[in-house]
């Protein structure tokens, strides 16, 4: 069976002041609304994540970044003519799955939380036989952070709800083939483990039976190229 490509970038999201200033430039008066709230740090880094992705998504496409104009489903998840494209972000990480292999994709990145919390949450929201493994795991935080992302990716591929998602039988060793999405929607979705740096997990999910390569590349900030723009 032919494979098809779905490219992934990690977006360092702490970056210095005219990188932050030249993306912001680039965002739509939405966009900048965000940016602009009481948290400083979550501006900054939202401002990044969004300028780098209509960074990447013009490239792709040939077009103005700044022009690209978004698309939202009935949850808000965002879509551009020509491509298909998702986005997710955590802490200083953000990351953008793109695909022109027509089917929808999700990504989630998250950063590991402490095992502490990481139990309690998977106690309250998994499955109780799930809870018991990441319980039992020798990194408990890392176990649950890995389903955590499947789950997510799955939720954001169909542009579904999160809660639609806590008990998608996504464990074992990826990529994993999820048969029936139940209340998310029709048709199977295939998903797998993204390596990412740090303390941080990530996912991709893809809508359809097919396999698919990961292309990972990492965006770098060209200030000069920036600037000059």
């Known amino acids: 069976m032919t494979e098809d490509r779905i490219d992934v970038w990690l977006i360092p999201t702490d970056q210095p002041d005219p990188v932050v200033r030249a993306l912001y430039e680039l965002l739509d008066p939405a966009e900048r609304a965000r940016a602009a709230g009481p948290d400083t740090r979550f501006g900054r880094r939202f401002t990044v994540t969004h300028g780098a992705v209509r960074q990447l998504v013009g490239a792709r496409l040939g077009r103005d970044p700044a022009a690209l104009t978004w698309r939202y489903g009935p949850r808000g998840k965002p879509a551009i003519d020509g491509i298909a494209v998702n986005q997710s972000g955590s ?86 083939l999820l048969a029936d999405p139940g209340a998310l929607g029709t048709g199977p979705c295939r998903v797998d483990d993204v390596p990412v740096p740090g303390p941080f997990r990530a996912a991709v999910a893809a809508v359809g039976t097919r396999p698919f390569h990961l292309a990972v590349h990492t965006w770098h900030a060209n200030e000069r190229q920036l600037l000059g723009s």
Not at 113 to 121: C, E, F, G, K
Not at 131 to 144: K, N, S, V, W, Y
């Open 91 to 176: 802490g200083a990480l953000a990351a953008l799955a793109l695909t022109d292999e027509g089917r929808a994709v999700g990504v989630d990145v998250e950063e590991v939380r402490d095992p502490r919390t990481a139990t309690r949450l998977a106690t309250r929201y998994f499955p109780a036989g799930e809870a018991a493994l990441i319980a039992e795991a020798p990194d408990p935080a890392a176990r649950f952070t890995t389903l955590w992302c499947r789950r997510e990716a799955c939720v954001k591929a169909y542009g579904g709800r999160l809660v639609q998602g806590l008990g998608l039988p996504v464990t074992g060793p990826a990529p994993v």
